[in-house]
């Protein structure tokens, strides 16, 4: 059994070394020792609120903001694990607990993915998927923040990867006009509230009133005006020219 749950988890676990490495070299940048290291690995297991962390660490971010700004981005997997529940039916509160802290975005997509398609797919076969991908993860922080020790890593490269990886994220997130309207809403915010509160707590506040923009917008252009411009969703022009090679091939 943990040899065919372990193959089905291998792809996502060896994925996760490069970007581990990475994560645990810039959070040891960040102050981290390899011990916290570890246990923060453990404790948030969420590559995105990790790299957040040291990035707010950087640059002297108050306690309270890190914990604000976690909260709400990491506030997501109550999305996630109720779409699991119907699978997870009369477990015990124990094993909820464990599973829940051990849930991130790509095991959630993997178990889901099998509980939809796979009739045989057990409860306890989901939760080593969790745990094989959490070693993965952990370990590969650990490692990198060994090899953060060993290395003088500059602040401003941190500061300049950092900033690359939440710009790639953003990008990524950008599906539709109304998605791009937001992030430019949100930039105005955050630099707003940032000046009024003169601290990352204004980035808090930008993130909070962005969303329930965004969240008001939709609902609102989804019931008045379903067919606008905002709510198409943007093609990469990857996907154009694929779709023109696809249709001169036929």
Known sequence: MWRSTLRVAM???????????ACGILLHAAGFN??????????????????LIATMLTINSPLLSIVLMLFFLELRYALLSSSLSPYLKGQSNRFLF????????????????????????????ALAVEHYSLLFWATSN???SLIGSALKIDL????????????????????????VLICLVSAVLAAFFMIVTKSTLGLVIATIVASLIGFGLEEL???????????RRMHSPGSKKSAVEHSDAN
């Open 11 to 21: 792809p996502l676990n060896l994925s996760y070394i490069p970007i581990g490495l």
């Open 34 to 51: 390899t011990f916290l290291t570890g246990l923060v690995s453990l404790l948030v297991f969420s590559g995105g609120g990790q790299f």
């Open 98 to 125: 464990i599973f829940a802290v051990s849930l991130n975005d790509e095991n959630y997509a993997i178990n889901y993915l099998k509980f939809a398609t796979d009739k045989k797919w057990t409860v306890r076969e």
């Open 221 to 231: 252009l989804q019931k008045k005006m379903p067919n606008s411009h905002w709510l």
């Open 142 to 144: 650990v490692i990198g």
């Open 156 to 179: 401003s490269v941190v500061h300049f990867a950092l900033t690359s990886l939440f710009l790639y994220m953003i990008v990524m997130q950008l599906k539709s006009h109304l998605t």
